[in-house]
């Protein structure tokens, strides 16, 4: 963003006037700010300047640019062009590119991209084929390949044949058996310290730390944080390659999978695409339906407080208390819910492990009920009309509160994990809705409690 | 966690009895998950199995033992016996050891290790002198060197010599100056390709990426991510080389930033450790604080009903919907601040897009709260005894409280970044109790506008 915005209208110009530049331009900016920047000009335009591009030199580019800029720049173009500009992409960007375009878009170019490169085409096919927050679905099938019963010399060779092909960096060698199964890996590092006359198999390393194509991205991701791997291979249950996962694709999923979960938790739909450009309409929609929900649920404390109207109408004042006491039973969820979510998203945390929470939570809730409760009776007594009776209604209240907000706030995403939903869905307002409504039933207990005699003699039972 | 557990109680025995047996254990299973087995021992077992390893083997298990764990294992150990494991593991690893212990402990380590290896030494000093967060703290000093006029073959050589030393892998060669300023980058599949007898000159990268030691993990992390670096180099002003950073780092400073942040957002003091290893005590204090000064600021709520208290007396059953009505503004308030502090994380929003945000956030909050509104008003409806007076009432003050919700909640992370802290400390559940004390007097003012003959007939003003 920063070096678009900085060489900005200047640049822009230049690359409208003369899309010739744009091939010296490669060599001194890196293909990411270029992208940045023809992302800021307007669809058809991008379009125009980069059908005037070789598809090699468009690659990079076009690959860079977000979905949402793919997807708009994509239609402006023929699509033997686009199709062209695919074929030089690296897979996996290739196929995330597909995944973006409507159907029948799609359907059209790949056709297309079958005559200018079958192998592409089949690649896509492969990588589509999985779910889109698989490791299969973010794999690229572009990766070094050997027989594990060749020369060191010859697997160089190998890296060097795929070098020529691709612009990324290679890392490893992967040695695959005539059945295509995963034999071992070797590093670059591995081929430059062995001679090259010493056998491959010599140097191999089998003990191989592989994920299934099926695998969530975010075990994948923990799974190459937790062993520092660059790369790490994806193998069906045979065995058999796929392809690799790179460790720049992983960061862009924790940062975008990261997003999702803060958004979840803010009760807010996610958004596929940044702040401003989500349309305002995406954000009524998305922001809309959460609102609602909480809204109605919201409603049930409205009927609960008519419900017990005459324990309120028997205690002056009490009414005023209410939004401070389940508010604060509300905050005590949000807290014991948010460490739960963020305790399984990174696998601290196992579902099994629900009545250790339980029993800490509770004992969690106590403590806390009780900070807070001496806090509420002291400032609830410096009304001089106030009696102790009410205070101490309101201290038991804050206890009864806090305890049932760190209880419902640890167990609910528990539920929701265990019943397949993401944990993170919305729940932390969602438990403050709920902790709102029993904390008015809490709060009116507490005074048929305390109070007995007041309310008896205002002929509540 | 997995391997740990499901290895357990066996192997832990097995290795009380016999250490001997970690050496072979070492060839069969990775260290991360020894570390795990042995993170599970008490801590005088660790340090009694760590002793009895040679230096070389017990350093990759005691360099991915957990913080905490590493400072309760290494004072049981004799301090030169410390200092020759710290001599082996990776240089940001035994940086951040170092700056885990207790610094009475730690001196007295590094004076060992200045004998041991005064080389280390100068390394953890180096380290440790750059603020914890920020890339000097998360570089390594173990990176390969060369002459930028050396030939291919001689760098070669270097790697050769560099992968003896260290068990980590190797991606890139760093050609110095006799100043030691960086002058290119040569990746080891750039080496691969090239001949031996070349230059190094010619297949040197000149443009390359680097970081300031000062910048933040975080920034770090998001330049690797955009230009898919395994490595980027920290240099000086002076374009001087100070270490690399690696990508295997960048994924926990990821996770451990995130984490952090969601526990912003849910008001809880960032904890340092997991859930199941804080302790109770500190739980309380972390959560505790946040909790009383939400309850302080909560009871102004109850501060603003007594004081509008004729308002509420003169309208029938008016006090039942304040929970309701100002946990709606709370809800919005708490998606538009979730959504500007992701925003502001992974740098989509800058502080200075600050009216471009007030004018989308007033508006969406002016449509969602006419959606609620209509929905509050034909609910209040249904009600028999309540009129469309108090129904246009509930309805106003719902548009009102939702553009407050939505403005205060956008700037105020705004405003927090603006004066230095960080956007995330506890702002969703900060400002849904501001807004639910504004909530209370926009509907007295709603109230009044509406409900003016009623108030004036109970004598309010």
């Known amino acids: 963003m920063r070096l678009a915005r900085l060489l900005g209208p ?88 597909f995944s973006v375009l409507p159907v029948s878009v799609s359907d059209v170019i790949l056709e297309k991209l079958e005559v200018v490169d079958p192998e592409a085409a089949e690649d896509v096919r492969e990588i589509e084929k999985w779910p889109e927050t698989s490791a299969g679905h973010l794999m690229t ?68 730390i592989s994920v299934k194509p099926t695998d969530d991205q975010e075990d994948v991701a923990r799974q190459m944080a937790r062993y520092d791997l660059a790369v790490v291979p994806v ?29 979840k938790l803010g009760a807010v739909e996610p958004l596929d695409v940044p702040y401003f450009k989500t349309s305002f309409l995406s954000f009524i929609r998305k922001r809309g339906v959460w609102l609602i929900v909480l809204f109605v649920e919201e409603f049930f404390t409205q ?47 196992k579902p099994h ?12 809730g106590l403590v806390l009920g009780l900070m807070l409760g001496a806090i509420g009776f002291f400032r609830v007594l410096m009304y001089p009309e106030q009696h102790t009776d009410f205070a101490l209604t309101v201290a038991l209240t804050l206890v009864g509160i806090v305890m049932t907000g760190c209880t419902i706030g640890s167990m609910l995403p528990l539920v929701l994990k265990r019943v397949g939903v993401d944990p993170a869905t919305s729940s932390t307002p969602f438990i403050a809705s709920l902790v709102d409504v029993l904390g008015i039933v809490i709060f009116v207990y507490a005074a048929k409690l305390v109070m007995a005699n007041v309310l008896q003699a205002a002929g509540v039972h």
Not at 12 to 31: A, G, S, T
Not at 239 to 253: A, F, K, M, P
Not at 310 to 337: D, R
Request: charged share 25%.
């Open 141 to 208: 099938t572009a990766y070094v390949r050997v027989a594990p019963d060749v020369a060191v010399r010859t697997a160089i060779a190998a890296v060097r044949a795929h070098a020529e092909d691709h612009k990324e960096n290679v890392y490893n060698v992967y040695a695959l058996d005539s059945n295509e199964r995963l034999v071992g890996i070797a590093s670059l590092c591995d081929l430059l310290l062995a001679s090259h006359e010493q056998p491959l198999g010599e140097i191999l390393r089998t003990n191989v």
């Open 353 to 364: 492990d629900w009545w250790r929470i339980l029993f800490r939570e509770a004992g969690m």
């Open 303 to 349: 009927t609960a407080l008519r419900y017990y109207d005459p324990v309120f109408e028997a205690i002056k004042g009490a009414a005023y208390y209410v939004p401070l006491l389940i508010s604060t039973g509300g905050n005590s969820g949000s807290q014991s819910s948010t460490l739960i979510i963020r305790g399984l998203a990174v696998g601290e945390i």
């Open 10 to 97: 200047d640049l822009k110009q230049i690359l409208n006037e003369d899309p010739e530049q744009v091939r010296d331009l490669l060599d001194e900016i890196h293909p990411e700010d270029l992208a940045d920047i023809v992302g800021e000009l307007e669809p058809d335009e991008a379009a125009k300047l980069l059908a005037q591009l070789s598809a090699e030199d468009a690659a990079p580019i076009f690959g860079r640019l977000e979905e949402d800029e793919q997807g708009e720049i994509a239609p402006l173009m023929s699509p033997e062009r686009v199709a062209h500009i695919a074929s030089e992409m690296a897979p996996d960007d290739r196929a995330d590119f």
């Open 235 to 263: 193998v069906d249950d045979k065995e058999v390659i796929l392809g690799v996962i790179t460790v720049d694709d992983i960061i862009d999923v924790l940062t975008a999978e990261q997003t999702e979960d803060v958004q």
